[in-house]
């Protein structure tokens, strides 16, 4: 029993690394100096039968546990080993099966976190990726990856978008949207009053006029209607005493419209011309 032991404590740590049921893990490090290692969790991207992926089938090694310090190109450069990687792409999450695949953008998309897809030239690549054994060096003196504060300046860097690289996106999304809504208008436009394969005819329906944009003189129109919205929707008679001040008004006004009604009363019974029926 003690010999067993002490054959079970001189096994190779690395033998004994702990992974998800169907992954492979690979233990990296950040530098030389580091004692610890982080674990990167392989397995081969595959979907249901009949399923579409946007990924390529057996190319395409799906990897988990990226740490914050480990970019697309130190991923690249870590694999590389295994074969020639035609590209890394890190999400904030797993790709659904049947999601379309959409164009990123580089200053309107979330700062993607630890998932990864890496696609190897050839299906060897992935095989050796599942079989290989570290610590594989994320930093070292020839490919230096910042850290720490130099990291956080670089990525406030970064941050900071080009006002005329930024321009022409906004610019190339917009005609690309009125483009879409002018082929949408005109698609609705064909199929209106014509039926379907059922019989049934789509009715739309569609303003009188179109939308003229907001001027001046408008936006004060609307502003001195929401104005006196509100101050009709005020509350009135919230307190006791405003309560009291309004029913003596009240009372007020009735005893002056009485007397007021019996003057005229008064003055036609003088004048002969009172027909009270």
């Known amino acids: 029993m003690v010999a067993r032991r002490r054959k079970c404590a001189a096994r190779d740590p690395e033998d004994r690394i702990p992974s998800p049921l169907g992954y492979a893990a690979i233990p990296i490090k950040f530098s030389e100096k580091q004692q610890a290692s982080h674990y990167l969790y392989v397995r081969a ?7 579409k992926s946007t990924w390529p089938q057996k190319r395409t090694l799906f ?5 914050p310090y480990c970019t697309e190109e130190s991923l690249s450069r870590l694999l590389s080993t295994c074969g020639l990687v035609q590209s890394v792409e890190l999400q904030e999450k797993p790709d659904l099966a049947e ?3 959409e164009s ?3 200053f309107f998309h979330p700062k993607p ?5 890496v696609v190897f030239q050839k299906p060897s ?10 610590p594989l060096l994320v930093s070292t003196e020839s490919h230096p990856v910042k850290s720490g504060i130099h990291k956080w300046i670089s990525d406030y860097a970064d941050s900071v978008p080009d006002p005329e690289a930024l321009r022409v996106e906004v610019d190339t999304f917009m005609e690309a949207y009125d483009q879409k809504i002018a082929e949408e208008e005109a698609k609705a436009k064909e199929e209106e009053g014509v039926p379907d394969e059922e019989g049934w005819v789509k009715v739309t329906r569609r303003g009188r006029r179109p939308v003229l944009p907001r001027t001046e003189a408008a936006s004060l129109r609307v502003l001195e209607r929401e104005r006196r919205k509100r101050s009709r929707k005020e509350l009135l008679n919230f307190y006791a005493w405003q309560h009291r001040e309004s029913k003596m008004e009240h009372l007020a006004q009735l005893r002056k419209k009485f007397e007021e009604d019996k003057q005229r009363i008064e003055l036609l019974r003088a004048q002969r011309k009172f027909r009270p029926y």
């Open 99 to 101: 999601s379309p695949k």
């Open 125 to 134: 690549g992935v095989s050796a990726a599942l079989a290989l054994k570290g």
């Open 104 to 106: 990123r953008s580089k």
């Open 45 to 51: 991207h595959g979907v249901r039968q009949g399923t």
């Open 63 to 67: 990897v988990l546990n990226v740490p």
């Open 113 to 117: 976190v630890p998932v990864a897809y």
